[in-house]
């Protein structure tokens, strides 16, 4: 099992964002030895096509070899060398396009055409002696080798025999007439190219096989690998879960917020901030034992609650600072801490005096400790901001 540079096994399958990485830098599976047979392939159906043309091939080719009477040698073979280059220029061409698109057509089929930017930048590694060594002795180098020499000895083995097959036709070749030459001579190399064609087919083949599996090596990675993949992609599962936690908890407590307008006529008063927070309050000497918190919220909440309120009777109080302690130390429906006791007991005194007729004085300033001052959004207030 292959191993990354900290010895990790790489036991999982590339992801896809793996996959395209390795294609935004030119990693894709390619295989020399099939276009080799590919090109060999259509150059020898090439060939082929072209034979019965051949005989008029090659008397126009031996024209270039005639020189008429009196004519000046130099100029004569200048113009014929001139006319015998292009004609092999649009036969090089003829076989060469049909070849170098069959290439392209392979390679799209096999790993698909990518332009890699990346694969064309610099890459100190290139250069060093070190990781060159490396991969002069790596086990892609060693598979190359091997490949190399297996596939001159059998190709070889297999022109060795076709050739020797051919010696007969060989020997008439200098009794035959520029044509016929010609004719044999293309025949005995269509043979001579199929047979390689049908080696080479095995050969890239074989090497297409390897060059998958290499290529799916290379980019198997390790447990810890796919899960920093998540992460990034994905984000922090832990991290997720809390915020969907938070959320969570957020719905329910505006869910459980809305569900307690319903009780706040039955506040003993109201405590508002002045605007921003609202808190509803209810407390009956006797029996409760604590201040408790029926209804809560802030914004639109807030503004609901101040306007039930008003219409039930009930008195609002601003203390901007107690409003919102009570807000985040106080669930609805649970009992104030106790720590707000005395700053309640407070505000309550207040309200019962505006209940009995008395004056709206001023707002009675309630003693908090400093951990539960806090500001709109939860957090410690600095210094004396309120």
């Given at each position: 099992?292959?191993?990354?540079?900290?010895?990790?096994?790489?036991?999982?399958?590339?992801?896809?964002?793996?996959?395209?990485?390795?294609?935004?830098?030119?990693?894709?599976?390619?295989?020399?030895?099939?276009?080799?047979?590919?090109?060999?392939?259509?150059?020898?159906?090439?060939?082929?096509?072209?034979?019965?043309s051949m005989s008029t091939i090659g008397g126009i080719w031996a024209s270039?070899?005639?020189?008429?009477?009196?004519?000046?040698?130099?100029?004569?073979?200048?113009?014929?060398?001139d006319t015998a280059w292009r004609h092999f220029l649009t036969a090089s061409?003829?076989?060469?396009?049909?070849?170098?698109?069959?290439?392209?057509?392979?390679?799209?089929?096999?790993?698909?055409?990518?332009?890699?930017?990346?694969?064309?930048?610099?890459?100190?590694?290139?250069?060093?002696?070190?990781?060159?060594?490396?991969?002069?002795?790596?086990?892609?180098?060693?598979?190359?080798?091997?490949?190399?020499?297996?596939?001159?000895?059998?190709?070889?083995?297999?022109?060795?025999?076709?050739?020797?097959?051919?010696?007969?036709?060989?020997?008439?070749?200098?009794?035959?007439?520029?044509?016929s030459a010609m004719s044999i001579i293309l025949q005995d190399m269509t043979?001579?190219?199929?047979?390689?064609?049908?080696?080479?087919?095995?050969?890239?083949?074989?090497?297409?096989?390897?060059?998958?599996?290499?290529?799916?090596?290379?980019?198997?990675?390790?447990?810890?690998?796919?899960?920093?993949?998540?992460?990034?992609?994905?984000?922090?599962?832990?991290?997720?879960?809390?915020?969907?936690?938070?959320?969570?908890?957020?719905?329910?407590?505006?869910?459980?917020?809305?569900?307690?307008?319903?009780?706040?006529?039955?506040?003993?008063?109201?405590?508002?901030?002045?605007?921003?927070?609202?808190?509803?309050?209810?407390?009956?000497?006797?029996?409760?034992?604590?201040?408790?918190?029926?209804?809560?919220?802030?914004?639109?909440?807030?503004?609901?609650?101040?306007?039930?309120?008003?219409?039930?009777?009930?008195?609002?109080?601003?203390?901007?600072?107690?409003?919102?302690?009570?807000?985040?130390?106080?669930?609805?429906?649970?009992?104030?801490?106790?720590?707000?006791?005395?700053?309640?007991?407070?505000?309550?005194?207040?309200?019962?005096?505006?209940?009995?007729?008395?004056?709206?004085?001023?707002?009675?300033?309630?003693?908090?400790?400093?951990?539960?001052?806090?500001?709109?959004?939860?957090?410690?207030?600095?210094?004396?901001?309120?």
């Amino acid at each position: 099992m292959a191993e990354n540079e900290d010895g990790q096994e790489k036991t999982e399958e590339p992801t896809a964002r793996k996959r395209e990485q390795a294609r935004e830098e030119g990693k894709v599976v390619t295989s020399k030895e099939m276009f080799v047979f590919a090109s060999l392939a259509m150059g020898t159906l090439m060939i082929g096509l072209l034979q019965n043309s051949m005989s008029t091939i090659g008397g126009i080719w031996a024209s270039y070899l005639a020189v008429p009477a009196g004519a000046d040698l130099d100029s004569y073979m200048l113009v014929q060398l001139d006319t015998a280059w292009r004609h092999f220029l649009t036969a090089s061409l003829i076989v060469a396009l049909p070849v170098g698109a069959t290439v392209l057509l392979l390679q799209a089929g096999i790993g698909g055409i990518q332009f890699a930017p990346k694969a064309l930048g610099f890459k100190p590694d290139k250069i060093n002696p070190i990781a060159g060594f490396k991969r002069m002795f790596s086990k892609q180098s060693v598979v190359e080798l091997v490949k190399s020499v297996l596939k001159v000895a059998f190709l070889a083995s297999v022109a060795f025999g076709l050739l020797y097959g051919m010696l007969p036709r060989i020997d008439k070749l200098a009794s035959a007439d520029a044509g016929s030459a010609m004719s044999i001579i293309l025949q005995d190399m269509t043979i001579l190219l199929a047979g390689l064609t049908v080696v080479l087919a095995i050969i890239g083949a074989l090497d297409l096989g390897w060059q998958m599996y290499s290529m799916r090596e290379s980019l198997m990675m390790t447990l810890k690998e796919v899960k920093d993949e998540a992460k990034e992609t994905n984000g922090n599962p832990e991290v997720k879960g809390k915020m969907r936690q938070k959320q969570m908890e957020m719905s329910r407590r505006s869910a459980k917020e809305r569900a307690a307008l319903a009780d706040v006529p039955k506040a003993t008063a109201i405590v508002t901030n002045p605007t921003h927070f609202a808190v509803a309050l209810r407390y009956v000497p006797g029996e409760m034992s604590a201040p408790v918190v029926i209804a809560s919220g802030k914004g639109h909440m807030a503004h609901e609650i101040i306007r039930i309120a008003a219409s039930s009777g009930i008195q609002n109080v601003r203390i901007p600072v107690l409003a919102r302690a009570l807000y985040f130390t106080t669930q609805i429906g649970m009992e104030i801490d106790e720590r707000l006791f005395t700053a309640v007991a407070t505000l309550l005194g207040y309200v019962y005096h505006l209940d009995r007729g008395g004056y709206a004085d001023d707002v009675p300033e309630v003693d908090l400790p400093e951990e539960l001052r806090f500001n709109e959004f939860g957090r410690p207030l600095e210094g004396d901001d309120e």
